[in-house]
């Protein structure tokens, strides 16, 4: 019985301690087990609440982005249409402006083809027609009949009122051209009674005075004053020449310093134009007249085509010893030579004053034709013209021109036919070179 007791007791304090020392961790075991599980029940719960939530986030997600997908499909589809209908207009656009420029250039180029070919064709024709024309106006009769169609042309044209005045009185005033005037027809009167070694001194007097109203600026001023009353210069000149000049030399002077001129400039070319007169009379005197007016023509040619020898003899830095010895050895390597004519040119490259040769010796020669009262016409052709060529032309030019003419001929072989005329500032060219050239220049560029 005890011992069922013991067992009891000993069964009893085994409980108490299983109850008092192994129960409680048990049961905080078993609870922290269950809220665990409880939470892991929780979690489960909200693991699928948000899974059910991210299912329909993921679903409302996908209809969107369809929707997005859509939308953006159609607008793609909208621009992709309208880039490619602007794609179009542009390539249209490009097309045409392309097509517009092509033909433009193909117009362009069709222009300068035909423009080429006209001027090639033309100047081939032009060339041709001067091969032609060389080779007519190699026959004598046809350069003859080339003339003849020129003057049958010149003898058509209207007569015209140009005149031709002296070379002198041209360039002056009113006041200068009066005083001009009155000291001619005082060196008229004068020279009237002189033979031919008085007018001789009577030119070298007045191409010295010429030198000294140069060289003395105040002298030349004072005596070409217009004043009202000539009286002291005339003395002037009186006390300054008087047994220094000679007195046909002193009575034109005193002319030329009683006259009203525009400048002291016009005085002293007045004296140089006595000085040539004074020569020029002397080659009317002995009969020379032509013949020096021919060799005055030749030799302004000469100049006119030796341009360097125009310079030297218009070189101021040279002495005009040196200067008029160049020119005498020119002109003695021209055979028969006038003395009147050498004298006359020595006198202008001595009295030169700024001008140029070539231009002091065209008015030399042109004075020499107005004393005859003539007018030169310069003419020029491809070759010598007939005697009964040569009086035609000089009595239509006569005719048109209302005055006598000196026709101062000119041969130069490449006018390859007809004539040139140039008198004065009037030139008519009717040479078959010039059609020529003229016809070229008519080319299209």
């Not at 045409?96 to 035909?114: D, N």
């Not at 009949?145 to 010149?154: G, M, Q, S, W």
């Not at 000049?245 to 006595?274: F, T, Y």
Request: glycine residues 6%.
């Amino acid at each position: 019985m005890s011992t069922f007791i013991g067992q009891l007791l000993g069964f009893a304090l085994i409980v108490w301690l299983v109850w008092r020392y192994v129960v409680p961790p048990v049961r905080k075991l078993m609870a922290n087990r269950q809220e665990a599980v409880r939470k892991q029940l929780e979690d489960n719960a909200s693991a699928a609440k948000r899974l059910v939530e991210a299912t329909q986030a993921h679903e409302k997600a996908l209809r969107q982005a369809d929707e997005e997908a859509k939308t953006v499909v159609d607008e793609s589809r909208a621009d992709a249409k309208s880039i490619a209908e602007h794609l179009h207009a542009q390539a249209d656009a490009e097309v045409e402006r392309v097509k517009i420029q092509g033909q433009q250039h193909i117009q362009l180029l069709r222009a300068q083809f035909i423009r080429q070919l006209r001027r090639d064709l033309g100047l081939e024709a032009v060339n041709r027609a001067g091969e032609l024309v060389r080779e007519h106006v190699t026959d004598p009769n046809a350069r003859s009949a080339a003339i003849d169609r020129f003057l049958d042309e010149l003898d058509a044209m209207a007569p015209s009122s140009i005149t031709i005045d002296d070379p002198a009185m041209a360039k002056l005033r009113a006041a200068s051209r009066e005083a001009l005037t009155g000291l001619v027809t005082r060196f008229e009167a004068v020279a009237a009674n002189l033979d031919e070694s008085q007018l001789t001194n009577l030119a070298n007097d007045l191409a010295a005075v010429t030198q000294l109203l140069s060289r003395e600026k105040i002298l030349a001023r004072h005596l070409a004053d217009p004043s009202d009353d000539p009286a002291p210069k005339v003395r002037l000149v009186e006390s300054l020449l008087h047994g220094r000049v000679g007195d046909p030399a002193l009575e034109v002077l005193k002319a030329a310093v009683s006259g009203r001129w525009s400048s002291d400039a016009n005085l002293i070319d007045a004296v140089e134009h006595g000085a040539r007169m004074a020569l020029l009379v002397r080659a009317e005197r002995g009969g020379h007249a032509d013949e020096v007016e021919d060799q005055l023509f030749f030799f302004s040619r000469i100049l006119d085509g030796e341009p360097q020898l125009s310079t030297l003899l218009s070189d101021y830095s040279q002495p005009a010893e040196d200067r008029i010895g160049l020119l005498k050895n020119v002109l003695n390597s021209s055979q028969g030579v006038n003395p009147t004519t050498e004298a006359l040119l020595a006198q202008t490259v001595e009295l030169l004053r700024g001008g140029r040769a070539d231009e002091s010796v065209d008015a030399l020669t042109q004075l020499a034709v107005a004393r005859r009262g003539e007018v030169v016409a310069n003419c020029s052709a491809a070759a010598e013209l007939t005697g009964a060529q040569h009086n035609r032309l000089t009595q239509v030019l006569s005719r048109i021109y209302g005055r006598p003419v000196s026709v101062q001929l000119q041969i130069d072989p490449k006018l390859l036919g007809g004539l040139t005329v140039s008198v004065s500032d009037d030139v008519i060219d009717g040479t078959l070179s010039s059609r020529l050239t003229a016809a070229r220049n008519r080319l299209p560029d």
